[in-house]
Each structure stands twice: as C-alpha cells, then as structure tokens.
C-alpha cells in the first residue's frame, strides 16, 4: 500500500503525486527489489472526498495522473486499475482495456473501474 499519511501504517509513505517506487522487496527472493506486476488505486474520488482524509485535498492526484504512474512502473505488457468517478485519460501508448461501472445502491454516485495495459514497447510512460 501506498499513502502519504503514516498513521495508516502503509508500506510505502509517498505522495501518489510524485513517480512511484519502481518494485518492491520480496522476502522468498531474499528481500530483493521485484517489479510490480499489477497496481490497483482507489483514492478519494473528488476534493470533497479528500477532505476527509488527514493530507486533505491539496495532495489529491488527479485520476490520469495516478494511471500515468502506475502504467511507468509495471513491465511491458502488465496492466493497472483505478476506481474512480472520471475514466482517467491515459498516456497515448497505453491500451484501454476495460470500463465497468460499479452501483453502490440505490441513491448513491456509480463509479468506474478502469483497467489500462502498458504496451509492449511503450518505452517510458512517467512524462
């Protein structure tokens, strides 16, 4: 887990704004640095929603830009997913795989969970 606010005892301490760690230490490897190979982000879906959150609004990332991150530190050919209130606009060499909206009941804002691949030969996405 990623999280700029420690109190949630993330695994890593960042702004989702900044680039993201590039792997993670695996244990059965003997704590060698591997490469993710999936992300996933649910973050707070608008200002309003942020501010419920200890960092507050001002370190909301916007939804493309969490996809561009997360797209420049998976391998070629791996994919990222967000839920979020706006289908976020990714880099032009990444693929759109998939929409599907997410009902949670009667009366309440649908979201849209979104998955995008990194291309093959997509070269670097973090720009």
Same mark, same amino acid.
């Given at each position: 887990?990623?999280?700029?606010?420690?109190?949630?005892?993330?695994?890593?301490?960042?702004?989702?704004?900044?680039?993201?760690?590039?792997?993670?230490?695996?244990?059965? /490897?003997?704590?060698?640095?591997?490469?993710?190979? *999936?992300?996933? *982000?649910?973050?707070?879906?608008?200002?309003?929603? *942020?501010?419920?959150?200890?960092?507050?609004?001002?370190?909301?990332?916007?939804?493309?830009?969490?996809?561009?991150?997360?797209?420049?530190?998976?391998?070629?050919?791996?994919?990222?997913?967000?839920?979020?209130?706006?289908?976020?606009?990714?880099?032009?060499?990444?693929?759109?795989?998939?929409?599907?909206?997410?009902?949670?009941?009667?009366?309440?804002?649908?979201?849209?969970? /979104?998955?995008?691949?990194?291309?093959?030969?997509?070269?670097?996405?973090? *720009?």
């Amino acid at each position: 887990t990623l999280d700029l606010d420690g109190s949630l005892n993330p695994d890593f301490i960042q702004d989702a704004r900044l680039p993201l760690p590039t792997g993670f230490s695996h244990e059965p /490897t003997g704590g060698r640095e591997m490469p993710w190979r *999936a992300l996933l *982000a649910d973050p707070p879906y608008s200002a309003a929603d *942020a501010g419920h959150y200890r960092v507050g609004p001002s370190a909301l990332p916007s939804a493309s830009a969490l996809v561009r991150h997360m797209l420049a530190v998976v391998p070629p050919g791996h994919r990222v997913g967000i839920l979020h209130l706006e289908i976020p606009r990714p880099p032009t060499r990444a693929v759109f795989v998939a929409c599907i909206g997410v009902v949670m009941g009667f009366g309440n804002m649908g979201r849209w969970f /979104t998955v995008f691949e990194r291309e093959r030969d997509a070269g670097d996405l973090s *720009a």
